[in-house]
């Protein structure tokens, strides 16, 4: 098949407009890059945020999403490891080019993973952001409590002691669960609606409390699971009332992994005995996370093909990338549990 010069692309118009299908140029690899065709494209709540609230982006129209799957099918110089017709996973960045919601992106070759036989584009589409999210927070942050990870030689259940992940069943916490299991770390405490918790536990989870318990019953219930306060809590939610809830759980010197703007009072953070609150910046191609990224994406084929990774369930929503403000509506409206919802770019009409 070959490559088009004229793609479809989903297109926010304007700060705070709307989104359209439209056309744009297909990029061409330069050095170190690869062109992939996305075959399945991931949504993840920045991105209706960013067109409700006006974020990030400063000329439009701009092309959003950051997580995709799909087949090389053009490879720029200096590029040994790739060919045409792999199947690759990879994060991409928005606006434009390196972003996902498009028939086809560019990406950096260190960056894309094998996609293993036994996983669909969507289901690959589901990892990326998620996984460099969680592994950053655990293994990588400046702040952070920067444990080895587990694909470094030797460091597999390198940890001992409680994990606690509140929201395992978002995207991103089920990842921070899968790898906190890899790591070793015991129990792993999470939160969440209790419909979802056997899919946790098959994510690592030993014990899986209501996300609607009251901050001081998660706290009584943490403690006797944990035998008193944590050193670490990863809040894949961070919402003002689960990181108060979060900071709580916290022994001295302990370190709270926030995904949004932190948010703990005031007043619980002039008593904080060393606690901290730690804002995870998960993009794998910010400068100080690359070589971390790097030594990542060359792991994660052999931690999917083995199942020490596992994918989320797909939602998949139809029409192509028409389909995706259908999807950022679902995500913006708390529809979605326990997914990853994808769109399939090339259905687009
Ligand atoms: N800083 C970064 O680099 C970075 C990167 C990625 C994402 N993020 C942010 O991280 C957040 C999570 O993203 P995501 O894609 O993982 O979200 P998501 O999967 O869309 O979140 C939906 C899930 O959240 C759970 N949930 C909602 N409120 C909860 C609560 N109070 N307690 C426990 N669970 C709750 C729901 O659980 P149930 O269905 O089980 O009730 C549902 O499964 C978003 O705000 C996103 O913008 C930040």
């Given at each position: 098949?070959s490559?088009?010069?004229?793609q479809?692309a989903?297109l926010?118009?304007?700060?705070?407009g709307d989104?359209?299908?439209?056309t744009r140029?297909v990029p061409s690899p330069?050095p170190?890059?690869?062109?992939?065709?996305?075959e399945?494209?991931?949504l993840?709540?920045?991105d209706?945020k960013i067109?409700?609230y006006g974020?990030?982006?400063?000329?439009?129209?701009a092309?959003?999403?950051?997580d995709?799957?799909?087949v090389?099918?053009?490879v720029?110089?200096?590029v040994?490891t790739?060919?045409?017709g792999?199947?690759?996973?990879?994060?991409?960045r928005?606006p434009?080019d390196?972003?996902?919601f498009?028939k086809y992106?560019?990406?950096?070759?260190?960056f894309?993973s094998?996609i293993?036989?036994t996983?669909?584009?969507?289901?690959?589409a589901s990892i990326p952001?998620?996984?460099?999210?969680?592994?950053?927070?655990?293994?990588?942050q400046?702040?952070?409590?920067r444990f080895t990870?587990p694909w470094?030689?030797?460091?597999?259940?390198?940890?001992?002691?409680?994990m606690?992940?509140?929201?395992?069943?978002s995207v991103?916490g089920s990842?921070?669960?899968?790898?906190?299991r890899?790591?070793?770390?015991?129990?792993?405490?999470t939160t969440?609606?209790?419909k979802?918790?056997?899919?946790l536990?098959?994510f690592g989870a030993?014990h899986v409390?209501?996300r609607?318990?009251s901050?001081?019953?998660?706290?009584?219930?943490?403690?006797e699971?944990?035998?008193?306060?944590v050193p670490?809590v990863?809040?894949?939610?961070?919402?003002?009332?689960?990181?108060?809830?979060?900071?709580d759980?916290?022994g001295?010197?302990?370190k709270?992994?926030?995904?949004?703007?932190?948010?703990?009072?005031?007043?619980?953070q002039?008593n904080a005995n060393?606690?901290?609150?730690?804002?995870?910046?998960?993009?794998?191609l910010?400068?100080?996370?690359?070589?971390f990224g790097?030594?990542?994406f060359s792991?994660?084929?052999?931690?999917?093909?083995?199942?020490d990774l596992k994918?989320?369930?797909?939602?998949?929503i139809?029409g192509?990338?028409?389909?995706?403000?259908i999807?950022?509506?679902?995500?913006?409206?708390?529809?979605?549990?326990a997914s990853k919802?994808?769109?399939?770019?090339?259905?687009?009409?």
């Amino acid at each position: 098949m070959s490559t088009p010069t004229q793609q479809n692309a989903l297109l926010l118009l304007a700060k705070q407009g709307d989104f359209a299908v439209q056309t744009r140029p297909v990029p061409s690899p330069g050095p170190g890059e690869l062109l992939v065709r996305n075959e399945a494209s991931g949504l993840n709540p920045v991105d209706w945020k960013i067109q409700a609230y006006g974020l990030f982006i400063k000329d439009y129209p701009a092309v959003l999403g950051t997580d995709a799957a799909g087949v090389i099918v053009a490879v720029g110089e200096g590029v040994p490891t790739w060919k045409v017709g792999d199947k690759v996973l990879y994060e991409g960045r928005r606006p434009n080019d390196r972003a996902t919601f498009q028939k086809y992106a560019l990406v950096d070759a260190d960056f894309v993973s094998q996609i293993p036989d036994t996983l669909t584009f969507e289901q690959a589409a589901s990892i990326p952001l998620a996984l460099t999210t969680a592994a950053v927070g655990l293994y990588n942050q400046a702040g952070g409590p920067r444990f080895t990870p587990p694909w470094v030689e030797g460091s597999r259940f390198k940890y001992a002691g409680p994990m606690v992940v509140i929201g395992g069943s978002s995207v991103v916490g089920s990842l921070a669960l899968q790898l906190s299991r890899l790591s070793g770390f015991s129990p792993i405490i999470t939160t969440a609606s209790l419909k979802n918790a056997e899919l946790l536990t098959g994510f690592g989870a030993t014990h899986v409390l209501d996300r609607n318990l009251s901050a001081s019953a998660l706290r009584e219930q943490v403690f006797e699971l944990a035998g008193g306060a944590v050193p670490v809590v990863y809040d894949a939610i961070s919402l003002p009332d689960t990181q108060n809830a979060a900071f709580d759980l916290l022994g001295k010197d302990g370190k709270l992994l926030t995904l949004l703007a932190p948010a703990v009072d005031e007043d619980k953070q002039k008593n904080a005995n060393g606690r901290t609150v730690v804002s995870v910046a998960g993009h794998i191609l910010r400068p100080e996370n690359q070589d971390f990224g790097r030594v990542l994406f060359s792991k994660l084929t052999g931690l999917l093909k083995n199942g020490d990774l596992k994918p989320l369930h797909v939602d998949i929503i139809p029409g192509g990338l028409a389909g995706i403000p259908i999807g950022l509506d679902k995500l913006k409206n708390n529809q979605v549990s326990a997914s990853k919802v994808v769109v399939q770019p090339q259905e687009t009409a």
